[in-house]
């Protein structure tokens, strides 16, 4: 993840990719049960505000068999962008990792 400062956000980039719109709507419906409680609006993908920032998952490229997205963060306060930083890292290592045992599972 790259994290910079523009006043007056911290900002947080992340690029990940995964296999087809199915993979990543399950990943988006990781990421909305995780911030339930938050406002979000699903225009041009997901932005979710929480307190001092807001963040977004948007969509860079797709494939037929790929997706690559785009997660930014954008924090007033470093404490608060890196604790919503924490939270989706480790949304991530879950889906992944459920990804990892359906596949065993299946294959």
Partial sequence: ?????????????????????????????FVKGE?????K??????????????FIVEILKETESNIEF???????TLKSGKVVEAKINALNKLFNNVLDKKEKVLG
Avoid: C, R
């Fill in 35 to 39: 911030f339930d409680l938050f406002q």
């Fill in 41 to 54: 609006e699903e225009i041009n993908g997901l932005k979710v505000y929480f307190p001092n920032g807001w």
């Fill in 1 to 29: 993840m790259t994290i910079s400062f523009e006043a007056p956000y911290h900002n947080f980039i992340k690029h990940e990719s995964v296999d087809g719109i199915e993979a990543y709507e399950k990943f988006l419906n």
């Fill in 70 to 76: 785009k997660i930014n963060i954008k924090s007033k």
